[in-house]
Antibody
Framework: QITLKESGPTLVKPTQTLTLTCTFSGFSLSSHGVGVGWIRQPPGKALEWLAL???????RYSPSLKSRLTITTDASKNQVVLAMTNLDPVDTATYYC????????????????WGRGTLVTVSS | QSVLTQPPSVSGAPGQRVTISCTGS?????????VHWYQQLPGTAPKLLIYANRNRPSGVPDRFSGSKSGTSASLVITGLQAEDEADYYCQSYDNSLSGSRVFGGGTKLTVL
């Protein structure tokens, strides 16, 4: 069974750095055709892709947030960490950890599995 | 403002057929990149519904179907059921935005 689970603070003050951890099981990030990423959803609003790390350690970021984001994976590759700097109340959202999966060109890969999400509130 | 455009809402009676459109541009759907669809039931995480334009993951009923043409894609739901009431999102890849994964703004489906 494949699972992804997000963990991290539920409340962050403005200007602080948010660090979220995705712990996954049932697959390896070392396997070709796999990536792990983050997507967020402000309350009542649409989904927004944030960042991805691929099986070969290649990393991609949303252009609008690239300067604030860092995605990393641990040595055992069953955790992916997202750091977001300089938090603002507009960053209040549910943050989802997702698995990216596919074959062929990576542009065609899709988010086949999602964690339950974790709500992060940015407020003083 | 989402890169992919979806109608904010659609509705239909049980048993009817509804279509949700997803309009992009020459840098995403029109460039040949696949479109994927996700279903988000109230209070839950999104779930993959259709991948690579028209493929259903295991367990997704064949009442759900997808297609793509030009710079647009469509999700069709036939034999509408009450449990289909949810938000639906399309997603693709955009090569004008440093390789971004882009979403539509979402469509709320109401079963009357």
């Amino acid at each position: 069974q494949i699972t992804l689970k997000e963990s991290g603070p539920t409340l962050v003050k403005p200007t602080q750095t948010l660090t979220l951890t995705c712990t996954f099981s049932g697959f390896s990030l070392s396997s070709h055709g796999v990536g792990v990423g983050w997507i967020r959803q402000p309350p009542g609003k649409a989904l927004e892709w944030l960042a991805l790390i691929y099986w070969d350690d290649d990393k991609r970021y949303s252009p609008s947030l690239k300067s604030r984001l860092t995605i990393t994976t641990d040595a055992s590759k069953n955790q992916v960490v997202l750091a977001m700097t300089n938090l603002d109340p507009v960053d209040t959202a549910t943050y989802y950890c997702v698995r990216l999966y596919g074959s062929g060109n990576y542009e065609h890969w899709y988010f086949d599995l999602w964690g339950r999400g974790t709500l992060v509130t940015v407020s003083s | 403002q989402s890169v992919l455009t979806q109608p904010p809402s659609v509705s239909g009676a049980p048993g009817q057929r509804v279509t949700i459109s997803c309009t992009g541009s020459s840098s995403n759907i029109g460039a040949g990149f696949d479109v994927h669809w996700y279903q988000q039931l109230p209070g839950t995480a999104p779930k993959l519904l259709i991948y690579a334009n028209r493929n259903r993951p295991s367990g997704v009923p064949d009442r759900f179907s997808g297609s793509k043409s030009g710079t647009s894609a469509s999700l069709v739901i036939t034999g509408l059921q009450a449990e289909d009431e949810a938000d639906y999102y399309c997603q693709s890849y955009d090569n004008s935005l440093s390789g971004s994964r882009v979403f539509g703004g979402g469509t709320k489906l109401t079963v009357l």
